[in-house]
């Protein structure tokens, strides 16, 4: 069985930085793409920023040069660096793996609030 744990959300005031982690377990998981999406309330679920298996990252232009994801070298364990944040920023905060077989898996979410 295949689980994504996620970590790191919270409060923050604005200008300030959180680091979010998504550490996968299960046998036979092999990742190809692990991402982070986000949804606000009343909004739908947006993507924030992707890694490839290769290393090539994506990122929406609402996070360009504030936000970095990266992953550790297994593969197994993907981070969202967030830098600058703002109070739009404020979301739920979904990690999502898809497997080289496509098969796709999401976290529980991780609350982000962003605000004096």
């Known amino acids: 069985q295949v689980q994504l744990v996620e970590s790191g959300g919270g409060l923050v005031q604005p200008g300030g930085s959180l680091r979010l982690s998504c550490a996968t377990s299960g046998s036979g998981l092999n990742t190809n793409v692990m991402a982070w999406y986000r949804q606000a309330p009343g909004k739908q679920r947006e993507l924030v920023a992707s890694i490839t298996s290769g290393g090539r990252t994506n990122y929406a232009d609402f996070v360009k040069g504030r936000f970095t994801i990266s992953r550790d070298n297994a593969k197994t364990t993907v981070y969202l660096q967030m830098n600058g944040l703002k109070p739009e920023d404020t979301a739920v905060y979904y990690c999502?793996?898809?497997?080289?077989?496509?098969?796709?898996?999401w976290g529980q979410g991780t609350q982000v609030t962003v605000s004096s």
């Open positions: 999502y793996v898809r497997s080289i077989l496509s098969v796709i898996y």
